[in-house]
């Protein structure tokens, strides 16, 4: 049995007829999805007559101006899951999941004329893969060493990781500063804070 298939942006192919989308996210998710990394983005409270269906293509946007975040696709929803801080209505058993296959949180890129309506916008396919056609390729992989150093006063090693998971979790990507730099590079470190490029050094503030 052989079934049509078209090709995709991503590389991958997508099954003849499938739907496009854009999806908007809601406000103070995009730092969200910019500061930790997912595999999925899952949302709720959605219009239950704007459905998109499993394999349908996903170009995630953001508001004001309207831009491009990301390329995915939907994925049937798993069952049930914790809270999400992030979405208040994440108890809601009906979501809206999409598998990502290509992030540019970093570099958001503008979408031009396009228009949605609502968290949820049927989309033309071919405008879809105009979007993905103008991200062009991924850039290549490579190793990063990163880092994150936190002076604390412990009574024994033990008790010091334990505390030093503690902050991690409490303080995270928005308080933390984590350090990075390119493997075999160690002198082209950067300290990052907010999923940005942020100067530890007092002294190159005055």
């Keep these: 049995m052989t079934t049509d298939t078209a090709h995709r942006a991503d590389g991958t192919s997508r099954a003849a007829g499938a739907g496009a989308w854009a999806v908007l996210l809601p406000a103070g998710r995009y730092d969200a999805e910019r500061l930790v990394h997912h595999d999925t983005l899952e949302l709720t409270g959605l219009d239950e007559t704007v459905r998109p269906r499993p394999g349908d293509d996903v170009a995630v946007l953001i508001d004001d101006p309207l831009r491009l975040v990301a390329l995915g696709r939907v994925a049937a929803p798993t069952g049930s899951r914790p809270e999400d801080p992030d979405d208040p209505q994440s108890d809601r058993e009906s979501a809206l999941v ?19 309506d609502g968290p949820v916008t049927a989309l033309d396919p071919a405008v879809h893969r105009a979007l993905a056609d103008r991200l062009g390729p991924p850039p290549p992989r490579r190793t990063w060493l990163v880092s994150l150093d936190l002076p604390i006063e412990a009574d024994s090693p033990a008790e010091a990781v334990r505390l030093f998971w503690a902050y991690v979790q409490e303080l995270g990507p928005r308080e933390l500063p984590a350090f990075v730099s390119p493997s075999g590079d160690e002198l082209a470190m950067q300290a ?15």
């Design 98 to 116: 999409v598998r990502y296959t290509r992030r540019v949180f970093d570099e958001p890129l503008p979408v031009g004329p396009l228009t949605v």
């Design 192 to 206: 990052f804070v907010l999923g940005a490029e942020a100067n530890q050094d007092p002294e190159e503030d005055d």
